[in-house]
């Protein structure tokens, strides 16, 4: 069978080893044949706050050390304080200042990438202010990307997680208001297959600007290794092919039942994934 994409592509992630060392995934993430990182910023594997960010150069020895390379940064930004649409003042600004040092990790640690979203409003709240909330955040974090030489990716979420950009309309709204070549798009899978999208159609709207991925299986919801979802992987991987995505699939694996051997998960997903390189 002829190949798809190339072994880099291919970004292994560390959410679902929460418990667990970053040593440890970065170790299995070497031993499983995986090239390409995206790093989840988040405690306890990496502190970063609004204040300050632990040293990155232990990070990057570690990375460069196992022949890794980081392709993107995502500062937790779901189940944390820290938001693009924080609802009071203080807690913009704490947000603002957390993203910001997010944007300086990304930098040091030489990721051309850094991911977000368009975060949340109240549910009992006004939908536009929320939206101006998260359009001016955005806005401002794109003109820090661009001094620091970072490209902000931004994916869609799901109704349960925000009631701003969970469609591929709703992006396309955010992605012309904020309008900086510093601001592109990364599709989540599962986000998209909760919409009822498809990969095609978000390369119709935003073609070039898709830089990244959040690439896993889903039935639509979960966040799950190949084989464990309903979704045609393969006919995925062949959409891309079609439209010249030379970008990267973070490994985004979130559901709870890979916390305890996320490491036979990530063989699973690498097994499938074997059938697919060129």
Not at 269 to 275: A, G, K
Request: net charge negative; charged share 25%; proline share 4%.
């Amino acid at each position: 069978m002829a190949g798809y994409i190339r072994r880099d592509q291919v970004a292994g992630m560390n959410i679902h080893y929460l418990y667990y060392s970053l040593d440890y995934f970065l170790d299995t993430q070497a031993e499983l044949g995986f090239e390409s990182i995206e790093l989840w910023g988040a405690a306890p594997h990496f502190y970063l706050s609004p204040e300050g960010y632990e040293d990155v150069a232990p990070v990057a020895k570690k990375l460069a050390d196992r022949g890794l390379t980081i392709r993107c940064f995502t500062p937790e930004n779901c189940t944390y304080q820290y938001q693009f649409a924080a609802q009071t003042p203080l807690l913009f600004e704490k947000s603002f200042q957390y993203f910001s040092n997010g944007l300086e990790v990304a930098a040091e640690l030489g990721s051309p990438l850094m991911q977000c979203n368009s975060g949340w409003g109240y549910w009992n709240g006004d939908r536009e202010e929320a939206w101006k909330r998260s359009s001016e955040m955005l806005s401002r974090l794109a003109d820090r990307a661009g001094e620091l030489g970072v490209t902000m990716v931004m994916e869609s979420l799901r109704p349960q997680e925000s009631q701003l950009v969970t469609t591929l309309a709703d992006a396309k709204r955010m992605f012309d208001e904020v309008n900086h070549p510093n601001f592109k798009i990364l599709i989540d899978t599962v986000a998209m297959s909760v919409a009822g999208e498809t990969i095609q159609d978000w390369f119709d709207v935003f073609g070039s600007d898709v830089r990244h991925m959040h690439f896993v299986d889903c039935n639509p919801y979960g966040h799950l290794v190949w084989g464990d979802g309903n979704r045609d992987l393969e006919a995925w991987c062949q959409v891309l092919v079609d439209n010249g995505y030379e970008g990267f699939l973070g490994q985004e694996i979130t559901d709870g039942k890979y916390y305890d051997d996320p490491r036979e998960a990530d063989r699973q997903n690498m097994e499938h994934y074997q059938r697919v390189f060129v």
